[in-house]
């Protein structure tokens, strides 16, 4: 949702290259989440992840991205960092890893709006609009799926279906705020 988002604001021509900006984001996140599972099966996610960030880098840049996106990398540094750590002190299921990640994925919506051309502001409050709220779903999801027993596989399909509507709402309102701004 934080990559289309920061796709949506770019607007304009640049919204191709902040596409890809933001795939460039996905696949780091991929490679984190490796080293948070090493040493157990973490070679194809880590090989996966670092294909999809480098292709994903060249394209939006050969498309006309504004370099200063990768900025956004450093700032994303901390939140991954923290979240392969929680991940392997305490699971890769645990509220802190969890929240960690989704900020780190969060910070795609500002990247992706740069590497498309839009104002440093706007990325800033596309950060404060989406953050908070996918980390507070995500507290909430996760003290659900570790307090009820029980679940099968077709209460987490409905689950995860509610979630992503509302994230889903949540991106629209947070893009139709920044737009007005």
């Known amino acids: 949702m934080s990559v289309l988002a920061g796709a949506a604001s770019a607007g304009g ?8 900006a933001g795939v460039a984001f996905i696949g780091v996140f991929l490679v984190a989440s490796a ?3 090493y ?3 973490w070679k194809g996610r880590f090989l996966c992840g670092a294909g999809v960030a480098t292709s994903a880098l060249g394209i939006g840049l050969a498309l006309g991205a504004d370099p200063r996106f990768v900025v956004y990398a450093s700032v994303a540094v901390f939140p991954a960092g923290a979240a392969v750590w929680f991940a392997t002190r305490d699971g890769i299921q645990s509220p802190y890893a969890l929240s960690f990640a989704v900020v780190a994925l969060t910070v795609s919506a500002p990247a992706a709006a740069c590497a498309g051309g839009a104002d440093p502001t706007l990325g800033a409050l596309l ?4 953050a908070p709220f996918f980390v507070w779903r995500t507290w909430v999801v996760q003290k659900h799926i570790s307090t009820t027993k029980g ?3 077709g209460d987490l399909r409905r689950a995860g279906l509610r979630e992503a509507f509302i994230a889903l709402l949540w991106t629209i309102l947070s893009l139709a705020v920044v737009h007005v701004v």
């Open 13 to 20: 021509e640049g919204w191709l290259a902040a596409l890809f």
């Open 35 to 37: 080293l948070a599972l």
């Open 39 to 41: 040493p157990r099966k």
């Open 151 to 153: 679940l099968k596989r």
């Open 127 to 130: 950060v404060l609009l989406l």
